[in-house]
T-cell receptor, first 110, second 116 residues
Framework: GQNIDQPTEMTATEGAIVQINCTYQTSGFNGLFWYQQHAGEAPTFLSYNVLDGLEEKGRFSSFLSRSKGYSYLLLKELQMKDSASYLCAVRDNRQGNLIFGKGTKLSVKP | DSGVTQTPKHLITATGQRVTLRCSPRSGDLSVYWYQQSLDQGLQFLIQYYNGEERAKGNILERFSAQQFPDLHSELNLSSLELGDSALYFC???????????????FGSGTRLTVV
């Protein structure tokens, strides 16, 4: 089975950098995803990692260590609009569907 | 607009009733996934269809059922509704059936179901 852990809530200041961690346990790894979800809205795709290392996309970067079962999402130059939940998900190796963590609610303060 | 269309956006119904939620996937996507999101839980995978066939099943209750039609739209049927079924129900779609590649999902805007 799959188990995904991420902090429930985080707070950061506008303009700062924040790192959201995700640890996972899976019977067979087949990719890790990060999604952003504003309250009451649909999740939107942010990043995908399947190999170890850092993937950078503008202000957002995602890192993966398969041997440690660990990923993080790094958000730079935080803006108020970044206040949202950030969902870590792994692909179920057997069925292929995404299994989501409960999400980390990020509050960005002025 | 993500290209995934869900109707209705809001639904209020009484316990014991039955409802149908509808999803039209993004053009070209053959896979449809249904997820339930309640306040204290993350996105819980319910079921997946690929090109009309059931592909994967998650923690879907026996009171719930789904299907995908030849035009690829999908319906999620929820029956004998209970207060605990109140949640956001999301549909997502993707090109690939499963397993390989950088195939993230595209989510619809969801149906908020309230059971009273």
């Amino acid at each position: 089975g799959q188990n995904i852990d991420q902090p429930t809530e985080m707070t950061a200041t506008e303009g700062a950098i924040v790192q959201i961690n995700c640890t996972y346990q899976t019977s067979g790894f087949n990719g890790l995803f990060w999604y952003q979800q504003h309250a009451g809205e649909a999740p939107t795709f942010l990043s995908y990692n399947v190999l170890d290392g850092l993937e950078e996309k503008g202000r957002f970067s995602s890192f993966l260590s398969r041997s440690k079962g660990y990923s993080y999402l790094l958000l730079k130059e935080l803006q108020m609009k970044d206040s949202a939940s950030y969902l870590c998900a792994v692909r179920d190796n057997r069925q292929g569907n995404l299994i989501f963590g409960k999400g980390t609610k990020l509050s960005v303060k002025p | 607009d993500s290209g995934v269309t869900q109707t209705p956006k809001h639904l209020i119904t009484a316990t014991g009733q039955r409802v149908t939620l509808r999803c039209s996937p993004r053009s070209g996507d053959l896979s449809v996934y249904w997820y339930q999101q309640s306040l204290d839980q993350g996105l819980q995978f319910l079921i997946q269809y690929y090109n009309g066939e059931e592909r994967a099943k998650g923690n879907i209750l026996e009171r719930f059922s789904a299907q995908q039609f030849p035009d690829l739209h999908s319906e999620l049927n929820l029956s004998s509704l209970e207060l605990g079924d109140s949640a956001l129900y999301f549909c997502a779609s993707s090109v690939a059936p499963s397993g390989t590649g950088d195939y993230g999902y595209t989510f619809g805007s969801g149906t908020r179901l309230t059971v009273v």
